[in-house]
């Protein structure tokens, strides 16, 4: 065995020889494959998957990774036989929901590029004969979708990584990782050690172990998963091949594929069997292969009877093979993907079906070679999770809970209910009194609106709701617009990520990071991206100058963590610069509306008057007893301030403020109205309206990018696309009619032609019309253009608007 490589995998799963195909394809051929089982039968889940690829998602990178594995699997072949058929998917519906939502389903194949088209029960039954089409209220075809035969899939990239020069070791078994002042080192096996600056974790439902080894959290859960092969069926005698469609029947968690004159039958209709990573079964020990555990019947019973009503041949017909497989999910149902911030040249690419290998064996390529991935992964960062999230007790909780989830329909706004209350903020029981609605966020309880605002609802601007998107809402978000409007609004934003950058080296590292200019005067606050070496924005951010070597960056909750690994991972190694979290030890409120200023000085003596604290302006001010610190800025396009106080004075402070207010109309306020005023000042989010796919001259953000001011990462593909210009743009779009509201990822089309996607969308209270966000190509993001958007299969129409469509001079946030 090879004593060095370059890079080393751990697994020849179907991600990691997936891994190696493209690593040696880029030029990196110095790779070593390490696997404990056979090759080629090497009893990972990829041994057993029986292979199905649906390529719809309501993720638009899951996607893309489905559709570039589609099309290289299809370019695959082991011995002159293809390692994937395209037999198309059929999805059916038997609920009226499932129905609505195959609809809007059909609406991100538009969105992403996937061919779909919706069709009756009797078309999808004449695909698969064995269908009942009365139990069948409709259908979608995806025809590119189909099978992949993983094990010989996995054997083509191997053997062509191996024609390119990368070595496998099969029977193998990785026992250790070997550190040394935070980076890899080597890894060790059973056979030897092999030194390594940078190690690929594919080892799926083992990661968990090989991430111990490193001491780095890889949060992901094996759970068993039921798949059976029927005995041969009468109706498909003398088939050798597959001429059904794969097919899914998700209003009972399940679906069927052919295997010649059998049906194979998956289900994930049974309540989750978690297993520990510990409890997995070692090669030899097992009964079949290791990521197989017993049959369990009692399990599959409901399973089976769903499927002989659903198609009748199955009646009576026997099982010739059965078994509990496992693969690995995920606290978020996504892949975790990327090099882990706390040990340099600790890569993983783990919790990633068969249906998105090959994609993922692309991006992560891409990413050890040149530094970046093509395609923007923030859904799937490794370094994407807060400290909870990496606990046995979470993982295991909303591991088993995206697995029950796994067919459901799910809402954009739809909450996990366990484990919840993790992360509280000192206004909690004010807003509990106040009858607050929470959502969850990064693990913080977060108002989404007030009960209590109840009487302050009016008919005023509201669009008529009905179905989809009356859900997970309420007409009081409404009047907490209104109210943040017309008087004064109370937010909670103590969820915000507020690190403090410190040191002689901070303002230059600010610099090279930041895509605004960074060097300036104290207590001046500064809107900025930061960019990636292509100018896609890797973040968005404030930052403000508290000293001269001292700033604060403040970001969202969510995106706290990518956020932070982006600085880390950029910080200089001498120490000149460090990042301090902050984010639990302050709170924040946001005190935004006309009357805020009047509401403030009723409790601070300190001049607010715009000469002396002036809009993008940061002072210190004691807000009664509590020091306060406190930013002239506002995400909803009123005068204002958020206001952050050492957490255990918070509740003090809402209670200050509201008190101080009370005669004024200040209203408690929630994230529901929030992103309605955000989106009329046409604030952008990022994950959502921007991140890496995306530049900020696309997204409207050159304001933001000082090419002027000297060096900075990203400085040069600005510079480029400037020269050359945009062919996309970041356009607002209001839908026609008044009483219509879109929620976000629907295809913006003119005519059959799909344009982009929505970003963004809410309901413009103020304004009285629905809006989007979404790029368009210039031809079409003039003011004026008429466009439509699909939602759940309707046209609705809609014209690209000029921004922002409320208070465009920006009086109301100088005022
Ligand atoms: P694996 O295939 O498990 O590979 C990991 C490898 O790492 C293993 O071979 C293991 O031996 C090796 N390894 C682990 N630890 C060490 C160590 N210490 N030293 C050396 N080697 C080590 N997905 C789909 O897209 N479509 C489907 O239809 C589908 N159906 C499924 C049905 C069932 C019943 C199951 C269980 C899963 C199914 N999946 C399906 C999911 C899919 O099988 C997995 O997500 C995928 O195969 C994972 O691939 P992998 O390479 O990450 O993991």
Redesign the pocket.
């Known amino acids: 065995m090879r004593e060095h490589a370059d890079v080393v995998i751990?697994?020849?799963?179907?991600?990691?020889c997936a891994a190696a195909y493209h690593l040696t394809r880029m030029g990196c051929t110095d790779v070593l494959v390490?696997?404990?089982?056979s090759l080629f039968a090497?009893?990972?889940?990829?041994?057993?998957?029986?292979?199905?690829?649906f390529q719809l998602n309501s993720s638009r990178l899951v996607c893309t990774l489905a559709q570039q594995s589609v099309a290289l699997y299809g370019s695959l072949a082991v011995e002159g036989q293809p390692c994937f058929l395209p037999v198309g998917s059929i999805e059916i519906a038997t609920t009226e929901d499932r129905w609505r939502d195959l609809k809007r389903k059909a609406g991100w194949g538009k969105s992403w590029g996937v061919e779909a088209h919706l069709i009756s029960a009797q078309e999808a039954a004449r695909m698969v004969p064995l269908l009942r089409a009365d139990r069948v209220l409709g259908a979608i075809h995806v025809p590119s979708d189909g099978l992949a035969a993983?094990v010989p899939v996995s054997e083509a990239m191997a053997r062509a990584a191996m024609g390119r020069g990368a070595g496998f070791e099969e029977r193998?078994?990785?026992t250790g990782i070997e550190i040394e002042r935070g980076r890899v080192r080597a890894v060790l096996t059973d056979r030897g050690r092999v030194a390594t600056e940078r190690v690929l974790v594919?080892?799926?439902?083992?990661g968990p172990?090989?991430g111990r080894m490193a001491g780095v959290s890889i949060p992901l859960i094996p759970v068993q998963?039921q798949?059976v092969r029927t005995a041969p069926l009468p109706q498909l005698a003398g088939e050798t091949g597959v001429s059904h469609p794969i097919l899914r029947h998700q209003d009972r968690s399940m679906y069927f594929r052919q295997h010649g004159e059998c049906y194979g039958i998956?289900s994930y209709g049974h309540e989750p069997l978690l297993v520990e990573v510990d409890r997995i079964p070692h090669q030899g020990e097992a009964p079949v292969m290791?990521?197989m555990l017993p049959f369990t019947a009692d399990d599959f019973a409901p399973a089976m009877d769903a499927a002989v009503d659903l198609l009748p041949a199955l009646r009576g017909i026997g099982l010739r093979d059965a078994f509990n497989?496992?693969?690995?999910f995920t606290p978020d149902g996504q892949s975790l993907l990327g090099e882990s911030i706390d040990v340099s040249g600790f890569w993983v690419a783990?919790a990633?079906?068969?249906?998105h290998?090959g994609g993922v064996g692309k991006l992560i390529a891409e990413w050890m070679v040149e530094g970046l991935p093509s395609l923007d992964t923030r859904e799937a960062d490794l370094n994407r999770f807060h400290g909870h999230v990496a606990t046995p007790t979470y993982t295991r909780a909303r591991g088993a809970q995206q697995y029950r989830e796994v067919y459901d329909i799910i809402h954009p706004l739809q909450q996990l209910e366990h484990p919840r209350g993790l992360r509280r903020g000192p206004f909690n029981q004010r807003q509990e009194a106040l009858g607050a609605v929470f959502f969850e966020g990064a693990g913080w309880e977060r108002p989404q609106w007030y009960g209590a605002n109840q009487p302050l609802v009016s008919s005023v601007n509201q669009p008529r709701r009905e179905g989809w998107t009356a859900r997970y809402w309420s007409p009081i978000a409404a009047a907490e617009h209104q109210a943040a409007r017309e008087r004064v609004a109370l937010f909670d934003l103590t969820a915000f990520t507020k690190l403090e950058v410190s040191g002689p080296g901070a303002l230059a590292f600010l610099e090279k990071l930041a895509s605004n200019r960074m060097d300036q005067p104290l207590g001046k606050v500064t809107y900025t991206a930061m960019l990636n070496q292509r100018g896609g924005i890797q973040c968005d951010l404030t930052v403000t100058r508290l000293g001269e070597d001292r700033f604060w960056v403040l970001t969202g909750g969510g995106v706290g963590m990518h956020d932070l690994a982006w600085l880390r991972s950029h910080v200089p190694e001498d120490g000149s610069a460090r990042i301090t979290n902050l984010s639990s030890a302050y709170c924040c409120l946001g005190l935004w509306g006309p009357r805020a200023r009047a509401v403030l000085s009723r409790v601070c003596e300190d001049d607010l008057g715009n000469a002396a604290f002036p809009y993008f302006g940061a002072r210190r001010l004691a807000v009664g007893p509590v020091p306060v610190l406190a930013l002239r800025v506002s995400y909803v396009g009123e005068l204002g301030w958020e206001l952050y106080a050492p957490t255990e004075y918070g509740q003090f402070l809402w209670d200050l403020l509201w008190e101080a207010g009370t005669d004024m109309g200040i209203t408690a306020a929630g994230g529901a109205a929030f992103e309605s005023l955000r989106l009329e000042k046409g604030y952008r989010l990022w994950g959502q309206d921007i991140h890496t796919d995306y530049t900020p001259l696309e997204a409207g953000l050159g304001f933001a990018v000082r090419v002027g001011k000297g060096e900075f990462l990203g400085r040069e593909a600005v510079i480029r696309q400037k020269e050359a210009g945009i062919t996309r743009k970041l356009c607002p779009i209001t839908l026609d009619d008044p009483e219509r509201v879109v929620m976000g990822k629907e295809p913006i089309l003119d005519g059959n032609r799909v344009l982009g996607y929505v970003t963004s969308a809410a309901y413009g209270h103020t304004i009285g019309r629905g809006i989007a966000y979404g790029y368009l190509p210039l031809s079409h993001a003039g003011e004026g253009t008429p466009l439509t958007i699909e939602f759940f299969g309707e046209r609705l129409a809609a014209t690209v608007a000029r921004e922002p469509l409320y208070d465009p001079e920006g009086a109301r946030l100088k005022g």
């Open positions: 751990i697994g020849a799963g179907i991600v990691g390490v696997e404990q089982g090497a009893g990972g889940s990829t041994s057993h998957a029986p292979g199905l690829m993983g193998t078994t990785v594919c080892a799926g439902i083992w172990a090989i998963h798949y998956g290791p990521s497989g496992m693969f690995s783990e990633v079906w068969v249906t290998a």
